[in-house]
């Protein structure tokens, strides 16, 4: 089956997604944390892309991202990739592919979207039981989105920031919204649209992306999508 052709729209968040091969581990001491988002930060600054929210799971990682260039995701992902896989054959004296195929993304409509996508991510480890408060995890966004604490990878997206005008306030209305987990419904669409890489959004934002793109933002049919004008 061929592969989906990317989203390359500068602009527009994505939610990138990249697994351990098998689903084993791809991070396996502290060291291995901070080499990947050094590498991601330095990536980022080389090719145009801003990091919202992340989280290093042991065997897989999340990513929020804002491209400011029509390749710049796929310009970082691959030089990320190439770099922390050399690093680990090294460190840990393997060879061998690290991460299971290519890394997966779908596009994210920032209007009633992208704040439950940054909980959806930085609420990883508590989902998965390592902690019962996301802040407790060190390897997330959620110290810097939630606390203020500083984090030289974290751009913060317009509609963070339009949470409160004032730090302290924003960073309590962010905490607040933890306070009500994302339903299934809400953590199915997420999975399903990352998966599949596809769009998450309203009928209007996709029949929109579609337009623009001649790309399917919605799983159906084979064949050429709707050129529908909204």
């Given at each position: 089956?061929?592969?989906?052709?990317?989203?390359?729209?500068?602009?527009?968040?994505?939610?990138?997604?990249?697994?351990?091969?098998?689903?084993?581990?791809?991070?396996?001491?502290?060291?291995?944390?901070?080499?990947?988002?050094?590498?991601?930060?330095?990536?980022?600054?080389?090719?145009?892309?801003?990091?919202?929210?992340?989280?290093?799971?042991?065997?897989?990682?999340?990513?929020?991202?804002?491209?400011?260039?029509?390749?710049?995701?796929?310009?970082?992902?691959?030089?990320?990739?190439?770099?922390?896989?050399?690093?680990?054959?090294?460190?840990?004296?393997?060879?061998?592919?690290?991460?299971?195929?290519?890394?997966?993304?779908?596009?994210?409509?920032a209007d009633g979207y992208l704040l439950s996508l940054y909980r959806y991510i930085e609420m990883n480890p508590v989902r998965a039981g390592m902690v019962t408060d996301p802040a407790d995890y060190p390897w997330?966004?959620?110290?810097?989105?939630?606390?203020?604490?500083?984090?030289?990878?974290?751009?913060?997206?317009?509609?963070?920031?339009?949470?409160?005008?004032?730090?302290?306030?924003?960073?309590?209305?962010?905490?607040?919204?933890?306070?009500?987990?994302?339903?299934?419904?809400?953590?199915?669409?997420?999975?399903?649209?990352?998966?599949?890489?596809?769009?998450?959004?309203?009928?209007?934002?996709?029949?929109?992306?579609?337009?623009?793109?001649?790309?399917?933002?919605?799983?159906?049919?084979?064949?050429?999508?709707?050129?529908?004008?909204?």
């Amino acid at each position: 089956m061929p592969r989906k052709p990317r989203f390359h729209l500068p602009g527009y968040p994505q939610h990138v997604i990249q697994r351990g091969n098998n689903r084993e581990p791809c991070f396996f001491e502290a060291a291995d944390f901070r080499f990947y988002l050094d590498s991601l930060g330095k990536a980022c600054v080389r090719f145009g892309c801003s990091v919202h929210a992340y989280v290093l799971m042991t065997n897989h990682v999340h990513l929020l991202l804002t491209p400011h260039a029509e390749h710049s995701i796929s310009q970082v992902m691959q030089s990320l990739g190439c770099r922390y896989v050399r690093y680990v054959n090294q460190a840990y004296l393997r060879t061998g592919t690290l991460w299971e195929g290519r890394y997966r993304a779908g596009l994210v409509e920032a209007d009633g979207y992208l704040l439950s996508l940054y909980r959806y991510i930085e609420m990883n480890p508590v989902r998965a039981g390592m902690v019962t408060d996301p802040a407790d995890y060190p390897w997330s966004s959620y110290r810097s989105n939630g606390k203020g604490e500083p984090d030289p990878l974290i751009t913060p997206h317009a509609l963070y920031l339009g949470l409160a005008a004032e730090a302290k306030t924003r960073f309590r209305t962010y905490r607040a919204l933890f306070g009500t987990p994302l339903d299934s419904d809400q953590l199915q669409e997420i999975r399903h649209t990352v998966n599949h890489e596809l769009a998450l959004g309203n009928d209007r934002f996709k029949d929109n992306v579609e337009s623009m793109t001649h790309r399917r933002t919605r799983l159906g049919q084979a064949g050429r999508p709707r050129n529908k004008l909204n």
